[in-house]
Antibody, heavy 128, light 110 residues
């Protein structure tokens, strides 16, 4: 079945760039029905949507993070990458990648949907 | 976009029912058919349990049900079991290809 695995440095210094990779197995990120997303969760807090990407390049961002986020889909490696620049302690969180399963109606593929499945997540701590 | 509002906690005894609310606005919950719910056990990734307001993925017990009225969505867990003790998050499509999550509710089985 589809599996997602996040990886990257667990510790990043303030003002530097956080870089993470999500490796997808058991399915292709080039599938036409799905977007792929990143969501984060600060320790002891709730979930925050960061960004979604379609393999062909359409990208959508949380407006509050847009200026600092870069996302890329590498179809040759079946991987997604996330970069978050100018990090502060507030960016300390578990970062998850997930497949966005979009809704389908008689009018075609809809922008809304649900995240399923999720990777196990990776904790990134921002500290000097 | 602001987080959807959920009660911080809810509880019930085994076999009882618990209902969790998720309040947004007409721009997200009230205006979207794409409200979903996620269950998260400590140290684990969230798991989808309800999508498109009231649909259950394969393998999710029918004890879990979802509904929506106006700007508020609800998740009901009937016949509470000890394994239902977890954090629950709602999520909604918020328009303009944006998504928003709820503040989360910790469910305790007494």
């Amino acid at each position: 079945q589809l599996q997602l695995q996040e990886s990257g440095p667990g510790l990043v210094k303030p003002s530097e760039t956080l870089s993470l990779t999500c490796t997808v197995s058991g399915g292709s990120i080039s599938s036409s029905s799905y977007y792929w997303g990143w969501i984060r969760q600060p320790p002891g807090k709730g979930l925050e949507w960061i960004t979604n990407i379609y393999y062909s390049g359409s990208i959508y961002y949380n407006p509050s993070l847009k200026s600092r986020v870069t996302i890329f889909a590498d179809t040759s490696k079946n991987q997604l990458s996330l970069k978050l620049s100018s990090v502060t302690a507030a960016d300390t969180a578990v970062y998850y990648c997930a497949r966005l399963r979009r809704g389908i109606t008689i009018f075609g593929l809809q922008p809304g949907g649900c995240f399923d499945p999720w990777g196990q997540g990776t904790l990134v701590t921002v500290s000097s | 976009q602001s987080a959807l509002t959920q009660p911080p906690s809810a509880s019930g005894s085994p076999g009882q029912s618990v209902t969790i609310s998720c309040t947004g606005t007409s721009s997200d919950v009230g205006g979207s058919d794409y409200v979903s719910w996620y269950q998260q056990h400590p140290g684990k990734a969230p798991k989808l349990i309800i999508f498109e307001v009231s649909k259950r993925p394969s393998g999710v017990p029918d004890r879990f049900s979802g509904s929506k009225s106006g700007n508020t969505a609800s998740l009901t867990v009937s016949g509470l079991q000890t394994e239902d003790e977890a954090d629950y998050y709602c999520s909604s499509y918020g328009g303009s290809n944006n998504f928003v999550f709820g503040t989360g509710t910790k469910v305790t089985v007494l």
